[in-house]
């Protein structure tokens, strides 16, 4: 077979491609265990699943042999065959193989409906496709992990077994991949997180996660951050209760939009819920007093603590949560000053990420299907945040249906260190909220009008963006953030006492520094040190001592040697001044 060059960069064709390695496995798996059951095989971003019922419990050990037989049916070739039936035959095609999820998907189409079918040499399976033109094309997988997953969603259906695979058109870019994701383990934040004692995750609260002292460092250093570069650009910041009764809901739309995702409770016999999200309690912060017309923009932030209800198979670390803080704000707006608003926050996440060190993409989110306004409303506001971002120069891309309930949206999309994207920040341009809470303002005329909105996050959520940047700079935080800035490691417990007044020092100028006096070889407390990821690591001993210095090793740049006391910690708080990654 004669290789085929592939346009890699069209999703279309990486879907074709995976979608058609998933049918390859699932092949494989039937011949192997033919009582096996297959749910769905969807190809995913990076990949493709299948999920199975099957009474064999599969574990990596049995990729091998998966794996081998793949390479036999796509080494026989086979072309791809689309078939049709209608509803009540697809459905008895289905039952004759014995294959109940796939019956259960066919009887959940409408009666008329006319069901599609993929054949490749003995295997046969309900598809809409489309495929690559034969089992021959695919070229390069690798069977990667297995996880249970309950069908549909349900956790009141049955458990199946999950087998995560991926497809590339060559073997050297699946092993670039491969290479990239075993990099994406070493910095799991989550392995991290427990090796640097920042956060833990306990069975008493899934999804709750716990953050410990050094966690609570890297936390408030962020914090603190975000408060000064809001007001540096005259935000004034708010706090907003987390428990609001049920009218708020009803009439923010949350309780018609996003009730499936809201804990509630009673309070007096009525109901109230657990805010998901903040901008109901901006908006009562609003309708407080009258404004006038000359008072705008007014720019309200909050670090807003939310819940959400998140499926347990969903939790992941810091990075989906049942409960996060947002660093949120809204804006509220006179229509003139819409674009320069837009405009001024787009700028505010660019200088953050770029400090941060991140490349980022932004995407333009437009109408869902469960939306509330009307046509011209979304059209305004999807025309706005189009028009701010092209006259700033910013590429972005369109988003089709992916925005909030109550407008559009533009997505800040970072990449990390090893290429992976994380959508983090967001401004959503909302006309919707300011009318159903009947927000208004004293215009020039003395007249009542209506403000617009902008809700905005730039870090997301602290929880997730605090995971992000762990696994962005494999737990080598930048000297600002860094729980334990340095540590002092003594050759022999002799000179505990200059050490201690090394320490007194640098803590007096607000460095964050641990002593380590312990009776172990400085090689071994070096090393751990390295491992702990601290960021600067001093040796003390007679030399040290009697000249007043530290001998100096950066986690950045290795030996700088011998220093005065004074000299490094200059030096340091210069590092910090710069907030240097």
């Known amino acids: 077979m004669a290789k085929e060059k592939l346009n890699w960069e069209d999703e279309?064709?990486?879907?074709?491609?995976?979608?058609?390695?998933?049918?390859?496995?699932?092949?494989?798996?039937?011949r192997l265990w033919p009582d096996t059951k297959l749910a769905i095989g969807p190809a995913i971003d990076n990949g493709f699943y299948y999920d199975l019922d099957s009474e064999h419990k599969f574990t990596e050990e049995d990729f091998p042999k998966i794996q081998k037989e793949m390479k036999k049916i796509v080494q026989a070739n086979y072309p791809l065959e689309r078939f049709e039936l209608p509803r009540e035959e697809a459905i008895?095609?289905?039952?004759?193989?014995?294959?109940?999820?796939?019956?259960?998907?066919?009887?959940?189409?409408?009666?008329?409906?006319?069901?599609?079918?993929?054949?490749?040499?003995?295997?046969?399976?309900?598809?809409?496709?489309p495929h690559m033109e034969s089992t021959g094309k695919i070229r390069a997988f690798k069977l990667m992990s297995v996880a249970g997953a309950y069908w549909r969603g349900d956790s009141n259906r049955q458990m199946l077994q999950r087998i995560y695979a991926t497809a590339f058109p060559t073997q050297e870019e699946l092993d670039a991949y491969i290479?990239?994701?075993?990099?994406?383990?070493?910095?799991?934040?989550?392995?991290?997180?427990?090796?640097?004692?920042?956060?833990?995750l306990t069975e008493e609260g899934p999804g709750f996660p716990f953050f410990l002292p050094k966690g609570m460092i890297i936390r408030n250093e962020l914090e603190a951050f975000w408060r000064e570069e809001h007001r540096k650009r005259g935000y004034q910041e708010i706090k907003t209760p987390l428990i609001l009764n049920e009218h708020l809901w009803r009439t923010s739309g949350h309780w018609d939009h996003y009730k499936d995702n809201m804990y509630f409770t009673k309070i007096d016999d009525e109901d109230y819920a657990i805010k998901p999200m903040n901008c109901p309690g901006a908006m009562l912060v609003y309708k407080r007093k009258m404004w006038s017309y000359r008072e705008f923009p007014i720019r309200c932030g909050e670090l807003g603590q939310?819940?959400?209800?998140?499926?347990?198979?969903?939790l992941h670390g810091l990075m989906r949560v049942r409960t996060f803080t947002q660093d949120d704000a809204h804006i509220f707006m006179l229509p003139e000053q819409v674009n320069d608003e837009i405009k001024e926050v787009a700028k505010f996440c660019d200088d953050v990420y770029k400090m941060f060190g991140f490349e980022?993409?932004?995407?333009?989110?437009?109408?869902?299907?469960?939306?509330?306004?009307?046509?011209?409303?979304?059209?305004?506001?999807?025309?706005?945040?189009?028009?701010?971002?092209?006259?700033?120069?910013?590429?972005?891309?369109?988003?089709?249906?992916?925005?909030?309930?109550?407008?559009?949206k533009l997505d800040f999309h970072l990449q990390d260190s090893i290429g992976r994207t994380w959508q983090?920040?967001?401004?959503?341009?909302?006309?919707?909220?300011?009318?159903?809470?009947?927000?208004?303002?004293?215009?020039?005329?003395?007249?009542?009008?209506?403000?617009?909105?902008?809700h905005r996050v730039i870090f997301g959520s602290i929880e997730r963006f605090i995971g992000i940047l762990t696994e962005h700079c494999a737990g080598k935080f930048p000297l600002w953030l860094a729980p334990v800035q340095v540590r002092l490691l003594t050759v022999t417990e002799k000179f505990a006492p200059y050490a201690e007044e090394v320490k007194n020092r640098l803590e007096e100028l607000g460095l964050r520094v641990e002593l380590d006096v312990r009776n172990e070889k400085i090689g071994y407390k070096l090393r751990q040190g390295r491992?702990?990821?601290?960021?600067?690591?001093?040796?003390?001993?007679?030399?040290e001592m009697e000249s007043g210095t530290v001998t100096v090793r950066s986690a950045k740049v290795g030996e700088l040697g011998e220093m005065p006391v004074e000299d490094f910690a200059e030096k340091l708080l210069a590092e910090i001044a710069l907030k240097e990654m």
């Open 92 to 129: 008895q095609f289905m039952e004759e193989r014995e294959e109940p999820y796939k019956v259960e998907l066919i009887q959940d189409l409408p009666e008329d409906a006319v069901i599609s079918f993929y054949r490749q040499g003995d295997f046969v399976d309900l598809c809409a496709g």
């Open 179 to 200: 290479t990239k994701m075993e990099e994406a383990k070493k910095r799991d934040h989550r392995k991290i997180g427990k090796e640097m004692d920042l956060f833990m």
């Open 424 to 454: 983090c920040g967001t401004i959503q341009l909302d006309m919707q909220m300011p009318q159903r809470f009947d927000l208004t303002y004293i215009g020039a005329d003395g007249e009542k009008h209506r403000p617009i909105m902008i």
């Open 360 to 408: 980022y993409h932004v995407e333009l989110s437009t109408r869902p299907e469960d939306s509330m306004g009307t046509d011209e409303e979304w059209e305004m506001a999807e025309n706005a945040l189009r028009s701010a971002i092209e006259e700033m120069g910013v590429p972005f891309v369109i988003n089709e249906g992916d925005g909030a309930f109550y407008g559009p």
């Open 531 to 543: 491992n702990e990821r601290v960021n600067y690591l001093c040796v003390i001993g007679e030399k």
């Open 306 to 314: 939310v819940h959400r209800h998140e499926l347990s198979g969903a």
């Open 12 to 30: 279309q064709v990486r879907h074709d491609y995976r979608h058609t390695a998933s049918h390859i496995m699932a092949q494989a798996i039937k």
